[in-house]
């Protein structure tokens, strides 16, 4: 049986569609990933030091800075609340500049920094293997995806 031309324009045009939602999410996943991870990928001529926090809120733990080397220390900085604070921790963490907000630095800050890609690349496979029908390669997106959240799980 053969198809109409309109029948492969529908195919063609449903697969740029979804090839756009999976672009959408991708880049989705790095920008909002990218807010915090530039801090530690591009940490280079930032202030370094230790947080010690010392109190939670809903949103925020606030802590002291003690500098790792010529940054100026501080009484009060803060962090984002996560699993990845605990109220008495010391976490390694860079400042973000011209504010007193840091961000976790090392393997779990790093990884940490990463979790939207991971959710994002999880989202992306479900529309690569369902509607793109790529399975292989919705496998190995989602494969990706798990392993970045499983990696921060565990560093965490």
Request: aromatic share 4%.
């Given at each position: 049986m053969k198809r109409s031309t309109s029948h492969r324009a529908l195919l063609y045009g449903r697969s740029a569609a979804l090839g756009c939602v999976v672009l959408l999410l991708l880049v989705a996943g790095?920008?909002?990933?990218?807010?915090?991870?530039?801090?530690?990928v591009l940490a280079k001529g930032r202030e370094h030091g230790t947080m010690?926090?010392?109190?939670?809120?809903?949103?925020v733990c606030t802590g002291s800075f003690a500098p790792a080397d010529d940054a100026?220390?501080?009484a009060r900085v803060r962090v984002e609340k996560s699993v990845a604070v605990r109220k008495g921790g010391r976490y390694p963490v860079v400042v973000k500049p011209g504010t007193d907000v840091v961000v976790r630095t090392g393997l779990p800050g790093f990884l940490h920094a990463w979790v939207p890609l991971g959710g994002a690349l999880l989202l992306a496979a479900l529309v690569i293997g369902g509607g793109l029908r790529l399975t292989r390669t919705a496998w190995g997106t989602g494969i990706a995806g798990a392993v970045l959240l499983v990696a921060t799980f565990i560093a965490l």
């Open positions: 790095v920008l909002s990933s990218w807010s915090s991870a530039q801090h530690i010690t926090v010392t109190g939670c809120g809903a949103d100026t220390a501080r």
